[in-house]
């Protein structure tokens, strides 16, 4: 079954301004519903994602026009799974990162039959996100890594003391690592506050700068209402940190964006995909494109094999969404995780190419002894790789 939805409103509105690329946001879902259903069920869901309400109680000729949802199209993925593509008014949004997410998967998150698949944004709108501020470039960059693939640790578990945290630290970036980065479940906790344990790690990894020469980047996360995320991010940059890890899905996409557009100056961000699951939208629209849009410079996701369940061909158009030229906006590190280890860095470059963060954690502390020699053979295996 395919076809257009436009027919049930022409008597209603100029249909001709669906022709205007700039004034509509194109939105895909997935919709589970019956053959017979399906065509009432798109229109509703054009409506419910816009004006809300019977549009016979709309006299309004321009909000008819110009604001209210349209359908564009209907194909049948499978029986009883079809793509649903919206038109909606993009200046319903105004630029906003919360409002922009409302309009597309507001109220219809809560109808558990519909999936937001992906969005096409008018190119005013878009120009209204500016995107990573670093990219991958700006990472390596940061790292003084050339055009090789980055390596990343994290320091876990939560629970010790800030000196073992950044005693943690210094091994690891005497082993060469490029970014090593708080377990994304450390916060303000009694065991180690946030400025104490940053300022130990901070020191750690810049000791072990001036004794070797090699600056590995500390990456503290970030987790908290917007006043918590601002004061840290003010203690982190007064300390010399030069990257931090968020969850935008667990501090809310509004709070992300505004942390990275006004208090996270010139540090990088890492997205943690913590809460992202919660949400019924395909990862590779929000974990590659929609952090993108909102500032992340590198996005972390389940890679296939870890601890999750994600497909090959989910990961790889995940890292296809981060990294796929968009309208001049940075690309964005795809970092593949979870239950990564060290015999699967060839692998990983294999599949993801140069283009790409290797994230091992557990993979590296198991060693116990050996955590440095075992560093230092993962730091050596991600160098020697080229694609």
């Known amino acids: 079954m395919a076809g257009t939805g436009l027919a049930w409103w022409c008597d209603r509105c100029d ?9 509509w946001i194109r939105a895909t879902y997935e919709v589970i519903a019956e053959a017979a259903e399906i065509e009432s069920v798109a229109r509703a869901l054009a409506t419910e994602q816009s004006v809300e309400m019977p549009l016979t109680a709309i006299t309004d000729r321009r909000v008819l026009d110009e604001v209210v949802g349209r359908v564009e199209s209907i194909t049948e993925a499978s029986p009883g799974r079809f793509a649903v593509q919206l038109l909606l008014a993009s200046e319903t949004v105004g630029g906003d990162a919360v409002q922009l997410c409302n309009m597309l998967f507001g109220n219809c998150s809560l109808q558990e039959e519909v999936r937001l698949l992906d969005v096409e944004l008018p190119a005013p709108l878009l120009a209204t996100f500016r995107g990573p501020r670093f990219g991958i470039e700006g990472l390596r960059a940061l790292c003084g890594a ?31 690592l490029d970014l090593i980065k708080d377990d994304h479940g450390m916060a303000d906790q009694p065991a180690a506050p946030f400025a104490e344990r940053v300022a130990a790690c901070q020191a750690a990894v810049a000791r072990v700068a001036a004794e070797t020469g ?34 935008p899905s667990l501090v809310g996409l509004g709070a992300f964006r505004e942390l990275v557009d006004t208090e996270l100056g010139d540090m990088a961000v890492l997205a943690h995909p913590a ?113």
């Open 15 to 23: 249909c001709s301004s669906v022709a205007d690329g700039h004034r």
């Open 146 to 176: 050339g055009s090789r693939a980055l390596s990343c640790t994290a320091i876990k578990p939560q629970g010790m003391a800030p000196d073992a945290l950044a005693a943690l630290c210094a091994r690891f970036a005497r082993s060469g």
């Open 214 to 247: 090699h600056t590995a980047q500390y990456v503290p996360s970030l987790v908290g209402a917007p006043s918590t995320l601002a004061r840290h991010a003010a203690i982190a940059r007064d300390l010399g940190v030069r990257a931090v890890l968020v969850a």
């Open 275 to 387: 809460f992202a699951g919660a949400a019924r939208i395909d990862p590779p629209l929000l974990l590659g494109r929609l952090f993108r849009l909102f500032g992340a410079d590198a996005t972390i996701f389940p890679n296939v094999g870890g601890r999750f369940s994600y497909s090959a061909e989910r990961c790889l158009a995940i890292a296809g969404a981060a990294r796929s030229p968009w309208a001049g906006l940075a690309p964005c590190l795809p970092v593949p995780a979870g239950g990564m280890t060290p015999d699967r860095v060839g692998e990983l470059l294999e599949v993801y190419g140069h283009d790409v963060m290797l994230l091992i954690g557990g993979g590296l502390l198991a060693a116990g002894d050996r955590l440095e020699a075992e560093a230092r053979r993962f730091v050596a295996h991600v160098r020697d790789r080229r694609s």
